[in-house]
């Protein structure tokens, strides 16, 4: 579970950091419109959201409680994988090293 940590923790600080930027030097509408006049950046929207979605699945099986799950999965549409870094933190903090309990939940 430590390489999980690991991987979590530098997801979230890249994450923190990527966000950081993009709204401290960015504009939102006009650059998104720029990806989206951008074939290749439409594939990566879709590439990105195909993501999202398998891993809030990983999501939807691990919680238990319908509000969580919504939360969670609401969460990860917005923010991305800066919510899939925070959710396998806790996920691996949450198992005390049990794989089972990580993959799957209590």
């Given at each position: 579970m430590r390489a999980v940590k690991i991987i979590g923790w530098l997801g979230v600080i890249a994450m923190t950091a990527a966000i950081g930027n993009g709204f401290l030097n960015g504009n939102f509408?006009?650059?998104g419109g720029e990806l989206l006049r951008n074939p290749w950046g439409i594939v990566s929207l879709v590439d990105l959201y195909v993501g999202f979605i398998i891993f809030s699945i990983w999501i939807a099986l691990r919680?238990?409680?319908?509000?969580?799950?919504i939360?969670?999965?609401v969460l990860m549409m917005i923010l991305g994988f800066f919510?899939?870094?925070?959710?396998?933190?806790k996920a691996a903090y949450e198992s005390k090293g049990d794989k089972r309990v990580f993959l799957m939940g209590k």
């Open positions: 509408t006009d650059d919680e238990k409680s319908v509000g969580a799950k939360v969670w999965i919510t899939g870094s925070v959710y396998l933190l």
